[in-house]
């Protein structure tokens, strides 16, 4: 018997850890692999030379979920997503399972190492695939494979943004990051918009050079595509990726959402006002 003076018991239970992939929860890294997927139907940008398109799913979910679960399980839910729009959307996997790998799973995981954990990773790949986007098909194999060999200084300069993305990179990285954590928000979003611009140019490299060799463009036309791609995939995407993402980090931040460890949430002290 209990009187009147007397507190109830009150017993706690400890929740138990959800299921996890790569330390993100299932449903997330599910959610975002129907995100990428459902919304491969939808197209974002025309590449300039036809073939195909980039989707929304790709080009909004795809870096969000990169920023949000991290590279390994953003991955994941690439791979999910690409499988689902390689089988409604043919246009925006006009590849096949090797549009799977280059705009599924290649694009959130470049978001996701775009982190300052993964630094050591990102400050090998960038100079590498920079180094192959000058030599790979235009240099070498070239003429082998029936490709006109590149002209220098034209191909380097009209590669700019590759090397000029590695600098930054190299050079950058930290204080780029420290502006991600300023009090100031102007600071916060010019950081944002530098660091999806690493991380579209980590992504752009490795998915360009193997299209060039694939399809086999003539180097002109090569060289003009890779000049346009400032404005056709570098500005739209970086720009979308960073109205998108500063929201969905703000709304994941504030509503003490669960933070996916070596994410941009685990590994950003983000001050939003």
């Not at 240099?139 to 082998?144: D, F, I, L, T």
């Not at 700019?160 to 930054?168: F, G, Q, R």
């Not at 509503?255 to 006002?273: A, I, M, P, Q, Y």
């Amino acid at each position: 018997m209990t009187t009147e003076n007397q507190t109830p018991e009150v017993q706690e239970f400890e929740a138990k850890s959800a299921v996890a992939i790569f330390g993100a929860p299932i449903s997330w890294v599910a959610l975002f692999g129907a995100l990428i997927g459902a919304m491969s139907i939808v197209p974002l940008l025309f590449y300039p030379f036809g073939g195909g398109f980039m989707s929304a799913g790709m080009g909004i979910f795809g870096p969000v979920a990169g920023m949000l679960l991290g590279p390994w399980a953003g991955a994941v839910a690439g791979a999910i997503g690409g499988f689902i729009g390689m089988m409604i959307s043919p246009a925006a996997y006009p590849l096949g399972f090797v549009d799977v790998i280059l705009s599924g799973v290649l694009i959130p995981f470049s978001w996701g190492l775009l982190a300052p954990k993964y630094r050591k990773l990102v400050i090998v790949l960038f100079p590498i695939h920079a180094f192959l986007y000058w030599l790979f098909p235009y240099h070498w194999p070239a003429n082998a494979v029936g490709l006109t060999q590149a002209s220098e200084p034209q191909w380097i300069l009209g590669i700019n943004w590759t090397w000029l993305s590695s600098i930054i990179f190299i050079v950058g990285a930290p204080l780029i990051w420290k502006m991600m954590q300023s009090e100031k928000q102007g600071s916060v979003v010019l950081g944002i918009v530098l660091n999806n611009w690493l991380a579209c140019a980590l992504w752009a490299m490795p998915w360009i050079y193997p299209y060039s060799y694939l399809i086999r463009y003539p180097y002109e036309v090569a060289i003009l595509g890779f000049v346009t791609s400032w404005t056709n995939t570098l500005i739209p995407v970086t720009a979308i990726s960073t109205i998108i993402g500063y929201f969905l980090l703000r709304a994941v931040l504030k509503g003490n959402l669960r933070r996916v460890k070596g994410s941009w949430t685990d590994e950003f002290d983000f001050k939003f006002g």
